[in-house]
Every structure is written in structure tokens, then in C-alpha cells.
């Protein structure tokens, strides 16, 4: 059956990998599956045809036959448990490594996403500049944490998993910050997925569709 | 195997139910699983015997025999997987579940966390009252579309699961704040979370320690 993603017309942020359809794109290319990509419109997708795909109308969203599913987590999640390559054979370690996708998802990425939001949601506002190294401070926290449980070690847990795609995908989010540089260890991680040919992939499609002047 | 997982010796919450234990309790009671519960103190939280299980320094965490396991949704998830009465049968409706747990941590909790963080970590600053209106209107755009998905369905989609255990959980959080209220397909949605047996002795359970005075 035809996989089929959607993502945006035109990312907001010009091609550079950090919208939410790279980590489905990645996924996929991990596990070797081919798909095809449906482009949406910021209009669009507040329509009742997308919404009824996402209930809250953003991208990516994923189609397969009869199934339909949103949500990055749960999206990567499926294709990790249709497909080898992504989840360990063994079963607790597979547990760890779903552990690993929930702690990217809900406790590293929400600072994370206050950041985005402070920026560009309330990046005119009085308050910002006097509020923004409490922000900060907040991602610091988490990653210092991260940054010692990592250690010295390749990935996460073992071996490349959906845990480490995830978190992966998170810390690309901070990376234009210079915060995540003040970590060379989580830094050098990042790269190391960055360096994946699955990942390498995953961004050069996402950019053919970004790159170059708007439709 | 003997399942431990770890609570606040003192939830900051009084007894409220609103801990991260609580999913968790509630999972296995759903599940029918008998549980044992270790309290950490705040300080106990941050050592490092404590920081190996829980690499982010928080509760609850999970541990069965040779399994050691941190953040709510993996070890819902896997309470889930491991035990009838949390997920659906059918393949695709047990995706849909899942993809509904996601949706409560990663797209209708972090604004609710803001909200937390903005009374709780910055109630003492000067932007704090300016500020809180465009925080709860996140929040109510994210409820606005759940409500409109939700629908008058009893549950998100079918049979309840593990993905409305979330969802209810994470709602949770936000009732005292007065915005679920202005959403009432939500709050009743809410209540059948709340008025079922599995709940109910989960709540108990956390009250019994949580209510009366300090140790």
C-alpha cells in the first residue's frame, strides 16, 4: 500500500529540515520504505478536509491504506514497529527506546517550543527581552541533564533507535540558538544523526520542496 | 515480578491528583495490575541513585524486574501493551490510540505547561498579568479543536483507551485554571475519565499519602 505524508506547501523555515514531516521523511528512509508526499497549504489546512486528517490542522499526517494517523510521535512510532530498523529486537530495550521518543517529545522538545514561541509569537512584545534568559535557562536545565545522562556514548541506548530519531529531531529545533553548541557532547550527537545517509536523505527532499523562490 | 514505581513523598499538589504517579496508578489499575509505590523527596530526586532511573530527575518511574522505565507515556504505553483493557484489538484502532497519547503530551499539554510555568516559575514577574492572556488563549485554541473532534463521541475514538487516559490526564491539569469549564463537552468528557473505578482508586491511592499533614 502507498504511504502517503503530507507537509507544508512552504515551510516556514525556508528548507532547513526543522519542520515536523524530516522526522516521518526520516523515519521512512531508516526503514528503507518509499512514500509519497501530499504539499498543504497554511489555508488549507485549517479546512475540514485536512482537519479531519488532524484534528489540529498541521502537518505531517500519514495515510496508508485504510489507516490514517497524526502526530509525529505516533507516526514514527508506526512506522518503528512496522519496519526494522528503528526499535531493537529485544524487548526491554525496545521499551527504552519508546521511553526515549516520549522524553524527546514531552519533556525535552516543551521548552524547546517556548523558545520558538517567545521569538516568534511574542517576540514584539515589552516583556521578551527581560523574559528570555529565564527561558533559556530552562532548555539549559533540560540538556545539561540530557548531556550527562548521554555521557560519552554513541546513542542513547545501544544502538541508532526511533529514541535517538526523536531526540535527534528536538535538539535540531535549539540548534540555530546557539544553545545546543554550549553542549559539544549532545552537539557532536546531533551531528551524528545529522551524518545518517537515511537523515541525509530525508533533508534533501524536504529542501527540493523549500529551497528556491516561493510558488 | 513485583512492578515499583516512584511518587512524590509530598506532591507539591496536595493530594489534587494532578502528580505524573496518577497516570500511572490509573493505567495499572485499569490493567488490574497490582503496583508498589517507593516516595522520593524533592532532594532525594536530584541524587544520583535517583537520576539513573530518571535521567531528567522527576517522577514517576517504573521498575520490574530487570525493566527500569521514566516518562508517563512509555510506561502508560507499555502498561498498555503488556496487559488487556488499554488498547484496542484491531491494529488500526490500537494505532489511533496511540496516536491520541502523543497528541496529549505533545500538542494539547505544552500549552498547558506554559500555563504552569507562567503562574508557578514567573508569578512574581513584572509581564506576568500582561502576559497570561495570550497563554490561556493557546491553551483554548488547542481546546477548541479537540472539542470539535470529540464532538458528543463518549470517548476519542471508540472504546475507551489508553489515548483518553492521557488526554483526561492531561486535561486534568487544566480545570483548575476555569478554561476547561468553557469547553463542556470537554469537562464531561473529563468527568467519565474521572468517574471510572480505575480512576477513582487511583486517586484514592495518591490522596492517601498526599492528604493530611507533612511528614
Redesign the interface.
Known sequence: MTIVITAFERSPDGGKGLARDTRVRWALEEAGQPYEVRLVSFAAMKEPAH?RLH????IPTYEEG??A??????IV??IAEQHPGLFPADA?AR??A??W???A???V??PI??LA?AKF??GD???TQ??MP?VVE?IRN?LK??S??LGDAGWLDGEFSAGDLMMVSVLLRVKPSGILAEFPSLAAYVARGEARPAYQRAFAAQLAINAGEPK
Not at 69 to 74: A, V
Open positions: 482537519l484534528p489540529f490542522g498541521q485504510d489507516l494517523l497524526f502526530e509525529t510521535g505516533s512510532f508506526h526491554d521499551a527504552r519508546i521511553t521518543m516520549f522524553a517529545l514531552n519533556t522538545e516543551p517550543l517556548e514561541i509569537g511574542e512584545k515589552p516583556w527581560e523574559r529565564l530552562r533540560r541533564q540530557l550527562a545522562r
